[in-house]
């Protein structure tokens, strides 16, 4: 894969990822059970139950919910700071084939120099 392409993956990729991520954090995850007294039957006594159940469960949900959004949030932000620091112009790799054709010339000129020096004598 060249560099322009995986320069244009990466950012996508830390775009898509800081979207997801704030969807995922402020996505409604559910709500909590009432924990009502209906007396004193087995039914409360289920009831109840299931309601810390549910509130145990949403608040897990929560912490994940937000962990998970965190995580791609910041790989995001890692993705697009790849991308944008991929160097991908062909104007350093000229700058370098430029500057050794100068050295190629300047050595060229000064061996020229010492032969015709040579020839003089």
Avoid: P, W
């Avoid at 810390?52 to 998970?68: D, E």
């Avoid at 965190?70 to 500057?99: R, Y």
């Amino acid at each position: 894969m060249n560099k322009k392409r995986l320069k244009k993956v990466l950012i996508f990729g830390g775009c898509l990822s800081i979207l997801f991520s704030l969807l995922m954090f402020f996505s409604d995850i559910g709500l909590f059970a009432d924990i009502n007294t209906y007396g004193g039957d087995a039914y409360t006594g289920i009831q109840n139950a299931a309601a810390y159940t549910a509130y145990n469960v949403k608040t897990l949900s929560n912490i994940v919910s937000h962990g998970f959004s965190a995580i791609l949030f910041i790989c995001g932000f890692i993705f697009i700071g790849f991308g944008m620091s991929l160097n991908t112009d062909d104007k350093v790799i000229q700058q370098v084939s430029e500057s050794k054709d100068e050295e190629e010339q300047f050595h060229e000129s000064q061996q020229e120099e010492k032969s015709i020096e040579i020839e003089d004598k």
